[in-house]
């Protein structure tokens, strides 16, 4: 039987990455939100104007900016969730 763990410390730099993968997540949600708004933005124009294919864009770009966003957040516990049904198997 083989018993492996991941091993945190066995290469050199590996803090630095999980720093730089800290720093690529929060780009991530911060560009969400900043597409959250302008995706809202085109909603907003596209229904004022009765543009529907304005505001069909808009709800769309709202519905993927929240997506990004979920998927940002939640992506670490999604990882230790697959690597846990991986180790069941």
């Known amino acids: 039987m083989v018993d492996i763990d991941p091993n945190g410390t066995g290469l050199p730099g590996i ?10 997540m929060t780009i991530g949600l911060i560009m969400s ?7 809202a933005i085109v909603w907003g124009f596209g229904s ?20 990004a966003a979920i998927i940002c957040g ?3 516990t999604l990882v230790n969730f697959f ?6 198997v």
Do not use: F, Y
Request: net charge positive.
């Open 15 to 24: 803090e630095q990455l999980r720093v730089i993968v800290g720093a690529v």
């Open 48 to 67: 004022n104007s009765s543009n529907p294919h304005l505001a069909s864009r808009g709800k769309t770009g709202v519905l993927v900016a929240c997506g």
């Open 83 to 88: 690597w846990d049904v991986g180790q069941a």
């Open 74 to 76: 939640a992506s670490v």
């Open 33 to 39: 939100v900043l597409a959250l708004i302008i995706a």
